[in-house]
Every structure is written in C-alpha cells, then in structure tokens.
C-alpha cells in the first residue's frame, strides 16, 4: 500500500511539468536553425509573429509580419517562416549555425503571446524525430518506466 502511494505521488509530480513546450529550437541536417513557436493564434484575429534573440542585453529581430516593424538587415535574406497545422509558425535560419552567441534566448510573439526559451549554443540538440520527442517527453517516459516497475513488482 505505501509502495503504491510513493509510486502514484513520484508520477502526480512527474506529470504536473509535462506539458508541450511552445517554443523549441534545434539544427537541421543542413546545419540551418529552426524554430517552432507553437503559439495557438486568438480567434477571429489577424496572425501578427516576430521571431527574435537576444543575447545579453542586445535583442535583434529575426522575422516578422508586422506593420511598421523589420528583421534586422543581416537576417532579411535568410530567413523563411511557414504556418504550422493546426497552429503555429516556423523560422527557419540559415546560415548561422557557427555564428550563434553562446548564450541565447529565443522568443517568438503571436498576436501579442510570447514564448521564450534559453539555449547554450553548444547543446542545440538535431531536429530529428527523436531527439525532440525525448526533449519534450522525458516525464512521460519516466511514468511509463515507473508505472512498468510497479506493474511487474
């Protein structure tokens, strides 16, 4: 009985942080950055999105559709956004996968929303299928493991 209380306490706090992350970050095989804003629009509005980093203090806009403002010079040519099904946009960088400050936060805004996530340059993880479903999935894995342990003892 305390057995399976400790085992359904482990899993209650393993699945309260298991949630979908709205902003990932990761390297393509062409070693181009690519960033997921998963950001589900308001209805009955006109999507508006920027993508941007900053390091330090300094932020630099990436990409945007947003009247009156504009990606920073350097990015214009290189960068691309495509809308995600069923929501959500993706920025795609090239040419800056050896030029990426160490230290960087990544923020994307949607209709007003941000998300933002902070990544050291030296552990962008590859975008394969794999490797972003362990990122985003760890906790679940860790309940199924856990609930497996208590199913066979």
């Known amino acids: 009985m305390?057995?399976?209380?400790?085992?359904?306490?482990?899993?209650?706090?393993?699945?309260?942080?298991a949630k979908?992350?709205?902003?990932?970050?990761?390297i393509e095989d062409d070693n181009d950055l690519r960033v997921d804003c998963l950001i589900e629009p308001k209805p009955n509005k006109i999507n508006s999105f920027e993508f941007s980093w900053s390091s330090g203090t300094k932020e630099s806009l990436i990409y945007t559709n947003v009247s009156g403002s504009s990606a920073e010079s350097q990015f214009k040519d290189k960068s691309t956004v495509v809308e995600l099904e069923p929501h959500g946009y993706r920025m795609t960088l090239s040419g800056f996968r050896h030029s990426l400050p160490h230290n960087t936060t990544y923020m994307c805004k949607i209709t007003g929303e941000v998300a933002r996530v902070n990544v050291e340059a030296d552990q962008l993880l590859p975008c394969s299928a794999v490797s972003m479903f362990l990122k985003s999935s760890w906790s679940w894995i860790m309940c199924l493991l856990l609930a497996f342990y208590h199913a066979h003892s």
């Open 2 to 17: 305390l057995k399976s209380l400790f085992v359904y306490g482990v899993l209650g706090v393993l699945l309260i942080p």
């Open 20 to 26: 979908c992350d709205l902003i990932t970050v990761c």
